[in-house]
């Protein structure tokens, strides 16, 4: 029974970690933008319904909307306005202005809330129910559920809308795309505005689990890089499947090694990975 409830406790947690990952993903497999600012993203989705229910009782359930759109909006303005003026630059460029934007905005939050950390206490949570002598954690498992329907979501954008055709053509071929008629910076903010709304989303699902602090967004962006690296680029199946294995082996590495080594292990399977299959569990060769 203890593997059985640290199996089901590794897949809570993987569905999350797949729903922070996959914004990333998207970004880095489209753009060939390494995101720096995504765990910053985070973290701002998990303050906003900190406060949405603070001072507007708006569950966090809820607030999933507000917080994706307002990041959605932010990522939307950040790329066409800033990035887009360097997304042909070779990699370390827009790797070192991601960076100096997440420095000003994770500065930014600690000088309005704090590095003091934050939770959101329910009036009325789910509890939890025991089921075969398994324990649920009624609210992680719906945050969990909430997660996977934001990634399907996205999936179905991408494979049965106009704009999500135009996504997967530019990350096919961004001159053939342009010359069929797309407008590429519009696609590149759309995607980066779409990476951003998931970070948005899933900070607010991750209010109800983990604290809140702008001192968390390293661990954020460690989350999505390892999940994107474990499961394959530029694929919201590979994100999920990364998601899921790092859920699980952090999970049980926590049984055997202990829980202050979760990350350690998540980096120590990194470095093998990109030894031994550098393309990851889903990816393909061709993503740079």
């Known amino acids: 029974m203890l593997y059985a409830q640290i ?3 590794g897949l809570v947690l993987g569905g999350l970690y797949a729903c922070i990952s996959v914004g990333f993903s998207l970004v880095w497999g489209v753009l060939n933008v390494i995101n720096v600012l995504h765990g910053s993203f985070v973290v701002l ?3 906003i319904a ?3 229910y603070v001072h507007l009782g708006i569950h966090p359930f809820v607030s999933v909307i507000i917080a994706g759109a307002l990041l959605f909006a932010l990522g939307y303005v950040v790329q066409l306005g800033l990035i887009n003026r360097v997304v042909g630059a070779p990699v370390l460029t827009t790797l070192v202005l991601t960076f100096g934007l997440d420095l000003l905005l994770n500065n930014g939050m600690l000088l309005a809330f704090s590095a003091d950390y934050r939770s959101v206490q ?3 949570p789910l509890g939890s129910k025991v089921i075969a002598g398994l324990v649920f954690p009624l609210d992680r498992l719906m945050a969990m559920l909430l997660a996977g329907v934001l990634t399907g979501l996205l999936y179905l954008l991408l494979v049965r809308s106009k704009i999500g055709h135009a996504i997967v053509a530019v990350r096919m071929d961004r001159e053939a795309a342009a010359l069929m008629g797309v407008d590429v910076k519009t696609i590149y903010a759309i995607t980066f505005g779409i990476g951003a709304l998931m970070a948005g989303a899933a900070g607010s699902l991750l209010s109800l689990v983990f604290p809140i602090s ?3 967004s ?4 460690s989350i999505a890089f390892i999940v994107c690296v474990l499961g394959g680029l530029g694929s919201i199946a590979g994100a999920i499947v990364g998601g899921l294995a790092l859920g699980l082996i952090q999970s049980f590495g926590a049984l055997f090694i202990g829980p202050e080594h979760g990350l350690t292990i998540a980096f120590v399977l990194l470095i093998l990975l ?3 299959k550098p393309t990851g569990i889903m990816g393909r060769r061709g993503y740079e």
């Open 7 to 9: 199996l089901l406790n």
């Open 45 to 47: 989705g998990s303050y």
């Open 50 to 52: 900190y406060f949405a």
């Open 122 to 124: 329910l009036g009325n």
């Open 214 to 216: 702008p001192l968390a």
């Open 218 to 221: 390293s661990e954020y962006l």
């Open 274 to 276: 990109l030894i031994f």
